[in-house]
């Protein structure tokens, strides 16, 4: 017999509660049963897996850095995929591999916008990933972690695994303020805690062990302060590394990229025919205290005491907030506000003037 | 939506018809499909505007969770959700329609908020079978946050019911601001609970949310949920329920419900219990602990009615009392003695006086420092702690009894007890700390010191004199953002150190940015740490802060109660509001004002609040801002406060 935990909970609760000792006596038993086969699936799986990735060891160890993280190989003769990160500010990285073998690896690109460093070890016949045989998840799938968290793993011990689901799929925004989110993007979120010490740059795979993701760095989520978990889908990352193991990646320009960046064109409330309520505390809500005549905010319909909501569709959680908002409108583009008049949402769209008046 | 719930509805009747499936692959489908049943039901709240009280890490603005419970535009979500007291509150439908909410009320012992929406036809969620939730089933957390079509999951089983003095279930799905407010369903997509961040030894908005993503995670479970509806939709503010009963033992192997205080005017005291009757049944239920008697009034509200069975010597009694949400703030009884801190054999009973305050009770009736207490109302007394809960059992205006060796006489002296004073004498005099005769064995000095772990470092101050057979104050001293006034610090406030027998540390932030919540549990391990190498009275714990510094020195203090036992707070205001007094964890707090500084008129307004909540409070002030940061006046004031926190 060969059941899985799921269908025994369902079964179970169809029961009635007398016979309940009976049905837990069962439970217990195929629990054992099912918990096994499911061992035994990814006991098989993970040593496949580990093989695939490295420890690796290099610079730090000042101000609680750590002087350790993971990568993994995409290529027989050596190529290894890991985060962009202080830990590759030394000449040479020592790369261990599962079986204890000890290389040292020299990063032969990087792109800081994906995160991404690409390291080369001496090695030939090696495991690897092959990028192009990976997968994608969607919310609810089961995964697989494998990182060397904490260096928990030395010389010849594989890495270790942690099991968790997919959370759900978003896009990472960059925080504003103390801390920085290094790539933004599309990421996976998962349910375990694996963005640990040393776990950047380790993988994060199907219960089958088929590739899915690069796992992230220890970052705080920009809206509540709490740790993200995450993880960065390799299909997103897959052309850069192939790009940058066949030597023909380019550094994007950073000159050409401010160029194209939409500059800030510093509009203001008032640009649109709104006065809001002085920003007295920190989170001042962003009431109109008053709409000039003829603006286009009275021509919408706009009242005093109007609340302002979301801006673009983005929750304005202050007046500050909405200054940014308005701050980097680009010009000639829409303005969609919706605003809480007494208990009633109202949306509205101003076009943004072609330049600043 | 409808298609895909009859679809599971029939995987489900079907029995184990997919109960075949054996792989990951069956179990995702089964979470997919659990999440999907019960997707229509969560929202996403956001919030607008608020106060900036509470601290700039914790709350952020990000968007929580919320759980559709009635077709018609009711919403049950957590009170975390709305820390920050926001001026408007945002939700937003599964199928992205938003709308404005209303608060409709809040339960303050489960940490719920009920919304409600001008909306109808929602698709609320529906209920599990409270009967067939059992330990090690399936529970998913979902939460609306990151994405608005999908929801987001955390999966794990239910680890325990009745948790949190029985009003909640755990779980070992991570839980966290992302799902706050969001249901806790089953594998078939049925409604377990609403998660919420509780914690079983403390209380507050915020209480519990440090286990977030740790593997402890609560629900309020729906059984619960269908009691407080009715009372909430009316509109009432539901409030945790106090009989205003003090008992011996708090701790987890705590033993028989036995009274040792009755507050005045308490509904335990107008159902005419004393001191020293037990509980032995609650609402029929046999109690035989205190822990399980808080699990069965942790169940309950204030206006709820129960019926107490009580042992009063060979009495059996029964009262029915109703229980309230407010007792009369507690007023702590005082005899104005200071108890010797010498360690001694633990086989001495009886407390030796140090000091008598000048016009106190003791000063009347003639006591005298030198004294020996033996004996109170009769009694044999063990020590310093056993006389201050002894005195505390009874009230101001009562009069004590105590049998007093002097010399070789023993003698009765009858006290009357007056409310404590919460402003120093002018002069007390103190017997001096001798030098020790062997020297130290730990260290003394000028250290810089590194918390183990987390890597906190913070820089202490033992004094020369330091002797492990008499007990140390602690001062902790909390810099202002940006201004460690290290060297400042030390030089005013070690005279008072070695005078006074005082342990002072100055806890660093990590970076520039200055203190967060983040902090709290460093800050106590330093404390701990000090704690577990020198000999520290635990009656004379203090946290002080400075301007920037002093909202986080409130917040430890009024989180650590069992630990702070004064809080100094130098040219700022009180910025949250104290707990209620608390006789088995008192808290007195120092202000520090001055006719010079910005604030002078909120130092001054927050301490008058304080003091009317009957709060033990004083105020110092002090002439010029624009001179030394620690005027030597000021300083000893504060030393003559800190030196009598220990009085009795």
Redesign the interface.
């Known amino acids: 017999m060969n059941l899985s935990p799921l269908p025994l909970t369902k079964s179970l609760s169809t029961m009635t509660c007398r016979i309940s000792r009976v049905a837990v006596t069962m439970l217990l038993g195929l629990l054992l049963t099912s918990a096994s086969a499911q061992a035994e699936e990814v006991a098989d799986i993970v040593p496949g897996v580990q093989s695939r990735v490295v420890k690796l060891f290099g610079a730090g160890g000042l101000k609680n850095l750590a002087t350790y993280g993971s990568g993994f190989l995409v290529s027989a003769d050596g190529h290894i995929v890991t985060v962009w990160s202080h830990l590759l500010d030394s000449d040479a990285v020592t790369v261990v591999l599962d079986d204890g073998r000890r290389f040292y690896g020299k990063v032969i690109g990087t792109d800081s916008q994906k995160d991404l460093a690409v390291l080369k070890i001496d090695g030939t016949n090696l495991p690897y990933f092959d990028l192009a045989h990976t997968a994608t998840a969607g919310p609810g799938t089961p995964v697989l972690a494998f990182s060397n968290v904490f260096k928990v793993a030395v010389g010849d011990e594989p890495v270790s695994v942690m099991h968790g689901i997919v959370s759900a799929r978003t896009e990472l925004s960059a925080r504003r303020g103390r801390y920085q989110v290094p790539y933004r993007g599309s990421v996976y979120v998962l349910d375990a805690v694996t963005n640990n010490p040393g776990a950047a740059g380790g993988v994060l795979t199907t219960y089958d062990g088929r590739l899915l993701a690069i796992l992230g760095r220890e970052v705080r989520s920009d809206q509540n302060h709490i740790w993200l978990n995450y993880a960065v889908p390799i299909g997103d990352l897959r052309q850069t590394i192939e790009d940058i193991v066949a030597g023909r990646h380019r550094r994007p320009d950073p000159l050409a990229e401010m160029t194209t960046r939409p500059a800030g064109t510093g509009f203001q409330a008032i640009d649109f025919g709104m006065v809001l309520v002085p920003d007295v505390v920190f989170r001042t809500p962003a009431y109109l205290e008053t709409v000039i005549p003829d603006s286009q905010a009275e021509q919408l319909g706009l009242k005093p005491d109007d609340l302002i909501v979301f801006a673009n569709g983005e929750l304005v959680s202050s007046l500050r907030h909405l200054d940014d908002v308005l701050r980097q409108l680009p010009p000639g583009d829409d303005l969609q506000l919706v605003v809480r008049r007494d208990n009633e949402l109202i949306s509205v769209t101003f076009r943004v003037p072609r330049q600043k008046p | 939506m409808r298609l895909l719930r009859l679809a599971l509805l029939i995987t489900?009747l079907s029995?184990?018809s997919?109960?075949?499936?054996?792989?990951?692959?069956?179990?995702?489908q089964?979470?997919?499909q659990a999440?999907a049943a019960v997707d229509p039901s969560v929202v996403r709240i956001?919030?607008?505007?608020?106060?900036?009280l509470v601290g700039?890490?914790?709350?952020?603005?990000?968007?929580?969770s919320g759980c559709v419970i009635r077709e018609d535009g009711l919403i049950l979500t957590s009170r975390f959700n709305f820390l920050?007291n926001p001026?408007?509150v945002?939700v937003t439908l599964a199928d992205e329609r938003?709308?404005?909410a209303?608060i409709v009320a809040n339960d303050e012992s489960r940490m719920l908020t009920l919304l409600k929406i001008?909306a109808t036809g929602l698709v609320p969620v529906q209920p599990a079978a409270p009967?067939?939730v059992?330990v090690?089933?399936?529970a998913i957390a979902v939460g609306r946050t990151?994405?608005l079509k999908?929801?987001?999951?955390?999966?794990g089983i239910v680890s325990a019911l009745n948790r949190v003095w029985g009003r909640a279930l755990q779980t070992d799905?991570?839980t966290?601001?992302?799902n706050y407010g969001g249901p806790l369903i089953?594998?078939?997509g049925k409604c377990l609970g609403i998660l919420v961040p509780l914690s079983p030894d403390e209380r507050g908005t915020t209480a519990g949310v440090e286990w977030?993503?740790s593997g402890i995670g609560f629900a309020v479970p729906v059984t619960d949920l269908e009691q407080a509806l009715p009372r909430l939709i009316a509109g009432e503010t539901l409030k945790p329920g106090l009989m205003g009963i003090g008992f011996e033992d708090q701790g987890p192997v705590s033993g028989e419900a036995k009274a040792i205080r009755v507050r005045p005017k308490s509904p335990a005291d107008e159902a005419g219990m004393k001191v020293d009757d037990v509980i032995i049944s609650i609402n029929g239920q046999p109690v035989t602990r205190v822990a399980e008697m808080k699990q069965l009034l942790g169940k309950l509200y204030a206006k709820d009615v129960i019926q107490l069975k009580i042992q009063r010597g060979a009495e059996t009694l029964e009262r029915s009392l109703t229980l309230t949400d407010r007792l009369l703030a507690y007023v702590t009884p005082s005899l104005g003695l200071l108890p010797d801190r010498t360690i001694s054999d633990p086989a001495r009973n009886g407390v030796l006086i140090r000091g008598v305050l000048p016009g106190s009770p003791a000063e009347e009736a003639g006591l005298k420092p030198g004294d020996f207490i033996e004996r109170v109302a009769a009694d044999g007394v063990a020590d310093a702690a056993d006389l201050r809960k002894r005195v505390q059992r009874f009230q101001p205006e009562d009069t004590l009894p105590l049998t007093v060796r002097r010399k070789d006489a023993v003698s009765d002296f009858a006290v009357t007890l007056v409310p404590r004073p919460s402003a120093p004498p002018d002069q007390v005099s103190f017997i001096p700390i001798l030098q020790p005769e062997k020297p130290a064995t730990v260290k003394i000095g000028r250290a810089n010191e590194k918390l183990p772990g987390d890597?906190m470092s913070y820089w202490s101050f033992v004094p020369e004199n330091y002797r492990p057979d008499v007990k140390w104050g602690l001062l902790v001293w909390l810099h202002p953002t940006g201004d460690p006034l290290e060297s400042e610090a030390l030089r005013v406030w070690s005279q008072v150190c070695r005078d006074r027998g005082i342990i002072l540390v100055g806890p660093r932030t990590p970076d520039v940015?200055g203190w967060a919540p983040g902090h709290e549990e460093s800050v106590k391990g330093i404390i701990d740490a000090v704690r577990s190498t020198y000999e520290i009275d635990p009656a004379r714990i203090v946290l002080m802060g400075r301007e920037s510094s002093t909202l986080f020195a409130s917040q430890l203090a009024f989180k650590y109660r069992d630990t702070v036992r004064g809080l100094i707070l130098q040219l700022a205001p009180l910025r949250i509001r104290p707990p209620e007094v608390d006789p088995d964890f008192p808290l007195e707090i120092a202000f520090v004002s001055s006719p010079q500084h910005a604030q002078q008129r909120q130092i001054q307004r927050t301490f008058e609040a304080v003091e009317k909540l009957n709060f033990p409070t004083w105020l110092v002030e002090q002439e010029a801002i624009d001179g030394p940061p620690f005027p030597d006046d000021v300083v000893a004031r504060l030393a003559l406060w800190f030196d009598i926190l220990d009085r009795i």
């Open positions: 489900c029995g184990g997919n109960a075949s499936a054996q792989n990951p692959a069956a179990l995702q089964a979470l997919q999440v956001e919030t607008v505007g608020g106060a900036d700039e890490t914790l709350t952020g603005t990000g968007p929580t920050s001026s408007s945002i938003k709308f404005p209303e001008p009967e067939q059992r090690g089933q399936w990151f994405d999908f929801p987001n999951a955390t999966v799905a991570k966290s601001p992302l089953d594998i078939h977030y993503d890597g940015s």
